[in-house]
């Protein structure tokens, strides 16, 4: 089967603690993205890479960290720095087409809750 | 900087009931729309892409139209049901860079 995974489903970060949540793809997409839902707040894009070795911030990466060493992988790190962490995380993956991006794929969410 | 609304943030129909849902968006040049659905506590699934050349594109019972002229796309539900109950959110894409994203109009249908 094609598709994003991602895990934990939920995930408890105590204070201080630095929290990975994984996404994986077996799409073969060029780009991955990570994003952010709190309610009534949309989608707010954290951190996204269009190729390995290479990732740009979005609107709220502070507090955040991120690695693109593999195609399938693109993995977000949860700092301490992150004061209000509490969130439903969103992985998504697309192609990349010559003018434009085509439709983005979105993994199941980690819901991450503060201890 | 583009900007995506949708209106209205929630709406509770019949079942039965024929729907618009609303988008609109602050800069035209834009090179497609999307149309995604969201169950609670679930990713997104990617209900109906219109490129920027195309007026509406159909799916079963629902049909998305774009006006890029004027920043605007409607998605129409047809006989909605029960299971149409989800947060309906639109997207638009300025190229290779990411989605922008409305926050959504949350839709229950009632039985």
């Known amino acids: 089967d094609g598709g994003i995974t991602q895990s934990p489903k939920y995930l408890f970060r105590k204070e201080g603690q630095n929290v990975t949540l994984s996404c994986e793809q077996n799409?073969?997409?060029?780009?991955m993205y990570w994003y952010r839902q709190d309610p009534g707040q949309g989608l707010r894009l954290i951190y996204y890479?269009?190729?390995?070795?290479?990732?740009q911030k979005g609107d709220i990466a502070e507090g955040y960290s991120v690695s693109r060493e593999k195609k399938e992988s693109f993995p977000l790190t949860v700092t301490s720095a992150q004061k209000n962490p509490t969130a439903f995380y969103l992985c998504?993956?697309?192609?990349?087409?010559?003018?434009?991006?085509?439709?983005?794929?979105f993994g199941p969410g980690t819901r991450l809750l503060v201890l | 900087k583009q900007e995506v609304t949708q209106i209205p943030a929630a709406l509770s129909v019949p079942e039965g009931e024929n729907l618009v849902l609303n988008c609109s968006f602050t800069?035209?040049?834009?090179?497609?729309l999307q149309w995604f659905r969201q169950d609670p506590g679930k990713g997104l699934t990617s209900l109906l892409l219109i490129q920027s050349s195309q007026r509406e594109q159909t799916s079963g019972r629902l049909n998305a139209s774009l006006d890029k002229s004027s920043g605007r796309s409607t998605l129409y539900i047809a006989a909605s049901q029960p299971g149409d109950s989800a947060t309906y959110l639109c997207?638009?894409?300025?190229?290779?860079?990411?989605?922008?994203f409305g926050k959504g109009t949350r839709l229950s249908v009632i039985a």
């Open positions: 998504a993956s697309s192609t990349l087409g010559t003018l434009y991006q085509e439709t983005q794929y």
């Open positions: 800069d035209s040049a834009i090179y497609n």
């Open positions: 997207a638009v894409s300025e190229g290779n860079t990411p989605l922008v």
């Open positions: 799409l073969n997409h060029d780009a």
């Open positions: 890479s269009q190729i390995v070795n290479d990732f």
